[in-house]
């Protein structure tokens, strides 16, 4: 039986440790500041902070080039001979990334794209959804395994409340944020991902604290959320109490598993310190 290897991006801010133990392999995004293009990940996120409090701009980020992911795919079959890949991929509404992947592509075998049409905690679901398909069935086929990710993408379901309003207007990635308006500075936006748009779909008043009770409590009473596992997210900068609070909720709602995973230059770059968010897939 050929071997499977799962693949993605840095933009699923999948901890090390997870990759490491299940071998996904992520090609790094970019962040560029100061003139200076940096791959994600290669840099500390306090430094994009550090860099607005200097300038009041935020970096600029930049997809994985086509050329980038050749480069990646390539050295994969080195290391794996007659390896299959499944490369699971940041939204390609919001990057070029996908696009960029599947260019790659053009001129090699046995890879498979999958278009996650999620970023951050909500791609990193659907890439341990994919991990757990092969622990539990090691002898699935490429395209049976394919059919079951992408039947799974529409159920990954991620909400998040940006930690610093500047970050997200500066970033303008957010569809529909005009509809804030003249509130934009005394609101905290939720952000969620409607077929693979970044859309403002609620808002919250009051501190951190309150908001992120909130927003967990309306999502899990949204969506039917698999209590197997859930993801929380966060950005550096957030209160320990928070999590703490979140936990106790994620708890009490009945979840075997929560795992917290922290922004990635990437994803920080639009979110700003101190950010909170929450995913996971619905059953």
Known sequence: MRRIILTTESGADLPVELAEKHNVQVVPMHVVMDGQDYLDGSLPVTDIYDFYERTKKIPSTTSTNSHEYLEFFKKIKNDYPDCIIVHIGYTSKASSSFQNAIIATEELNDIFLIDALNVTGGLTAIVMYAVTLLDNEPLIGPIQLVEKIESIVPKSRLAFVPGSLDFLRAGGRVSNLAYLGGALLK?????????????????????????????????????????????????????EKIKQGMDEIANEAGFKNVKWIQAGAMISTHAGPGGVGIAGLEV
């Open 187 to 239: 609101i905290k936006p939720r952000i969620e991902l409607m077929d693979g748009n970044l859309v403002s779909t609620k808002k919250y008043r009051g501190n951190m604290e309150a908001v992120s009770e909130k927003l967990m409590r309306d999502y899990l009473n949204q969506y039917d959320i698999d209590k197997a596992q859930l993801y929380l997210l966060y950005s550096i900068g957030l209160d």
